[in-house]
């Protein structure tokens, strides 16, 4: 079993929906999520970076993690065709500059 | 600031040949990451630096395989002999080094653009 998995997807949506992406893991001791958002051959771009359990909000996006189901999320509300994209979940554990442990993303569809 | 410069972009190069891959971090950054995307494998972490020294290198796949940072604002990734399986995606990121256990925005990593290297 692969340390995080994630839905590759396509996950194809209208303009304006709620859009939920996840990722389970298995390693207890993952601490430290983020979200990442990567665009057809770009790097990938921090959107979101929280610890341990609960909630976090940025705008249009939610964060959410459940460290006893070991499963977090990420909401996009009022979703844009500029949100079409893949998004990575990564995670490590501790709060130090650790390499990130990735899931292989999502790929978001946008329909206008 | 310029963010991560990675080069070359592309690279295509035949089977047995030495590759490159240079990276520039962000100025002031005192680590430096090595990763691999392929279809197959996803995102996965090869080394990492602090302040020049490799950390972690156990994601490095064999010995084929070698990274250095001679100073704070250059590393290579180096593939030699180059095999077909090595194409992918290589990407350089960069970070602070963290002031406390308090996750910011700031503290995480910032991606280059990635070198595509295809090896025939």
């Known amino acids: 079993q692969k340390e995080v998995e994630q839905d590759p997807g396509p996950l194809s949506v209208p303009e304006g929906a709620i859009v939920s992406l996840n990722c389970t893991y298995s390693n207890s001791a993952f601490q430290y999520f983020m979200w990442y958002r990567q665009y057809s051959r770009k790097g990938p771009e921090l959107l979101m970076y929280?610890?341990?359990?609960g909630n976090k909000e940025d705008g249009r996006f939610t964060a959410q993690v459940d460290k006893s189901s070991k499963y977090i999320s990420l909401f996009i509300r009022d979703s844009q065709p500029s949100d079409s994209a893949t998004y990575l979940c990564a995670m490590k554990t501790g709060g130090g500059a650790d390499g990130l442990t990735f899931g292989k993303g999502t790929h978001l569809i946008i329909q206008p | 600031d310029a963010g991560v410069i990675q080069s070359p972009r592309h690279e295509v190069t035949e089977m047995g040949q030495e590759v490159t891959l240079r990276c520039k971090p962000i100025?002031?950054?005192?680590?430096l990451f090595w990763y691999r995307q392929t279809m197959m494998r996803g995102l996965e972490l090869l080394i990492y630096f602090n302040n020049n020294v490799p950390i972690d290198d156990s994601g490095m796949p064999e010995d084929r395989f070698s990274a250095k940072m001679p100073n704070a604002s250059f590393s290579t990734l180096k593939i030699q002999p180059s095999e077909p399986r090595d194409s992918a995606v290589y990407f350089c990121?960069?970070?602070?080094?963290?002031?406390?256990?308090?996750?910011?925005?700031?503290?995480?990593?910032?991606f280059g653009p990635g070198t595509r290297l295809t090896v025939l």
């Open positions: 929280t610890y341990s359990s």
């Open positions: 100025s002031g950054h005192d680590y």
């Open positions: 990121a960069s970070s602070l080094a963290p002031r406390d256990l308090i996750p910011r925005i700031t503290d995480t990593q910032y």
